[in-house]
């Protein structure tokens, strides 16, 4: 039988509670919409380096970023609608709650014109990429 898109019978689809998935990863690169399909196989493979690493495209927004061993990655899945919140205020909350927690662990972290969080020498200590479908964000954070 094949099914086709109902938009009523997804109205009437209530939208996923908010979860919030923590872990780590091996030594891992995730390459964001922007470098989809940009970098070459060179330069892959120096990612990589001999096996050491994993490389995936991702369809979260954002570049290249390494998750790995250490490191902090968080995804929040949540219904941006059913909490009247706009993607912009969406990674501005997720900015914030980096912010928040490197503040109690004594840890100076800014904001600039680019997603994630600085500290003071504005050297990166967290990445963040989101992608949304009908309203309901997936990935998030990488904090070091």
């Known amino acids: 039988m094949r099914k086709t898109f109902n938009p009523a019978l997804q109205a009437q689809t209530p939208p996923p509670p908010p979860?919030?998935?923590?872990f780590e990863t091996p030594p891992t690169y995730t390459c964001g919409?922007?470098?989809?399909?940009?970098?070459?196989?060179?330069?892959?493979s120096?990612?990589?380096?001999?096996?050491?690493?994993?490389?995936f495209e991702s369809p979260r927004g954002g570049q290249t970023t390494f998750h790995g061993p250490g490191q902090l990655t968080?995804?929040?899945?949540?219904?941006?609608?059913?909490?009247?919140?706009?993607?912009?205020?969406?990674?501005?909350l997720l900015e914030q709650a980096v912010l928040d927690t490197c503040a109690g662990y004594g840890v100076f972290g800014q904001r600039t014109e680019n997603p994630g969080v600085w500290t003071i020498r504005e050297e990166k200590i967290a990445s963040v990429g989101v992608h949304l479908r009908r309203h309901v964000t997936a990935f998030g954070i990488g904090l070091n």
């Not at 979860?19 to 923590?22: A, I, R």
């Open 19 to 22: 979860l919030l998935l923590t």
């Open 74 to 92: 968080a995804f929040l899945i949540l219904d941006l609608l059913a909490h009247d919140l706009s993607p912009r205020a969406h990674i501005r």
């Open 33 to 44: 919409r922007r470098e989809t399909g940009k970098l070459t196989n060179d330069q892959i």
């Open 46 to 55: 120096h990612l990589c380096d001999g096996g050491r690493a994993e490389f």
